[in-house]
């Protein structure tokens, strides 16, 4: 795909116009849930940033009749307004009912019903060129009847879970397969993640890797001492970040912690699993060494990879977790489960160590053969650089610009 999208100007020269896009997902930060699907909107931010394109998102959110904190984190999507503006881009959050035992099957008709008339509105105020969606299930099956209704081109990313996990289901299966082939193109975060694809019998040419990149401005070395102290770091510090869920496997980092006398963990997240975690902790006799920051905002992310030793992800999948490259470019070295995408990642000493074996002793076992030779946080920092989001960005446009080009012929 080398063509770029043109346009004729009146004089008859050739001109690049900017390619409108319409992202649409479920995955995006909205008022009440600013750090939800953060990298689409890095993604997104970046690309219009080029001044090569315009974008407005159209992001459903379930839908849930009260916003009284009683109902926990169902009251957060009756706090998402219809619409609002973030970094200047417009979005639209329609409602879609989730049915309890049937939704996984329904959802993609769910969010289609749902999003078709906001998109008709868009088509008849401003228009777009191409629908850009993420995640493939139900997202991108939902985007793609959203091309056809609409006759517009759909790319969709996938991310992970998305292919590898839910196509076992029999219907979920055939719908990607049917939204892939229906698709102009399918982007993969990872090379890990083109194989189920290719196995589901989507061709690999249909398929490109256009990894997610790092905000090195934003995540860069701050003062060491200083973000130490602010959140009370002693020691051996090493940090684990993310949801408190199980494939995150933060029982794994803390269960490896009796195998680590010199070390301390401090975990940074909220989820379901945070009173199994505080009582594995207290089980282990380890409670004094772990510590429960909650869940911390993303501008907070950059002090507090630098004041950690190492970071531990020890889930049990990752499309493209964009952590590592965070914690990375922050010069903090980072010890990873060796799954999808993150060998990609960490690919380098520089970078970190893999776990060679999933549990309590291959984490134990990583993070002594990493403190045995520890990278020098420049060098890890010069690693990360390689991630910056202008390669992503240019392959965006480039596949963007051959599908409309495709599109005139």
Not at 22 to 27: E, R, S
Not at 124 to 137: M, N
Not at 236 to 255: A, D, Q, Y
Not at 282 to 294: D, E, K, N, P
Request: net charge positive; hydrophobic share 45%; charged share 20%.
């Amino acid at each position: 795909m080398s063509r770029i999208y043109r346009a004729p100007d009146a004089g008859g020269g050739g001109t690049a116009p900017k390619i409108r896009i319409l992202t649409f997902t479920t995955l995006y930060p909205n008022a009440a849930q600013p750090s939800h699907g953060v990298f689409v909107e890095n993604r997104l931010r970046h690309l219009v940033a080029s001044g090569r394109a315009t974008a407005c998102v159209l992001a459903p959110v379930p839908w849930f009749p009260s916003a009284r904190p009683a109902f926990g984190r169902y009251a957060r999507f009756a706090q998402v307004p219809a619409e609002e503006t973030r970094h200047d881009l417009a979005v639209h959050h329609p409602r879609y009912p989730v049915l309890p035992k049937v939704g996984m099957t329904v959802a993609p008709a769910l969010l289609f019903a749902a999003a078709l008339p906001a998109a008709r509105r868009l088509v008849a105020t401003q228009d777009f060129d191409l629908i850009d969606a993420h995640y493939a299930y139900p997202d991108g099956v939902a985007a793609a009847m959203l091309g056809r209704a609409l006759g517009k081109p759909v790319v969709i990313t996938a991310r992970g879970t998305d292919v590898n996990l839910i196509p076992r289901h029999i219907l979920p299966r055939r719908m990607i397969r049917w939204a892939a082939s229906h698709a102009a193109a399918v982007i993969t975060v990872a090379d890990a993640l083109q194989a189920p694809l290719v196995k589901l019998g989507v061709p690999a040419s249909h398929l490109i890797t256009l990894r997610n990149g790092v905000d090195l401005s934003l995540f860069r070395p701050r003062n060491r001492a200083a973000a130490r102290q602010t959140f009370g770091f002693e020691g051996n510090t090493l940090l684990s970040v993310g949801h408190l869920i199980e494939r995150k496997g933060h029982h794994h980092t803390i269960g490896a912690l009796p195998r680590l006398p010199a070390f301390t963990l401090a975990i940074a997240g909220e989820g379901p699993q945070h009173g199994a975690l505080i009582g594995l902790a207290q089980r282990l006799g380890v409670a004094s060494r772990v510590r429960f920051l909650g869940a911390l905002p993303h501008d907070e992310l950059p002090a507090l990879y630098s004041a950690a030793d190492a970071l531990v992800l020890a889930s049990s999948r990752e499309g493209w977790p964009n952590v590592l490259l965070e914690a990375m470019a922050c010069g903090t070295p980072v010890v990873a489960s060796d799954t999808w995408g993150n060998p990609e990642i960490v690919a380098d000493p520089a970078a970190g160590v893999l776990i060679s074996e999933t549990g309590p002793d291959g984490v134990a076992e990583a993070v002594c053969r990493l403190f045995a030779a520890p990278p020098p946080r420049v060098a890890t920092r010069r690693y990360a650089e390689r991630f910056s989001w202008d390669a992503i960005t240019e392959g965006q446009l480039r596949l963007f610009g051959d599908i409309l080009a495709g599109a005139e012929r």
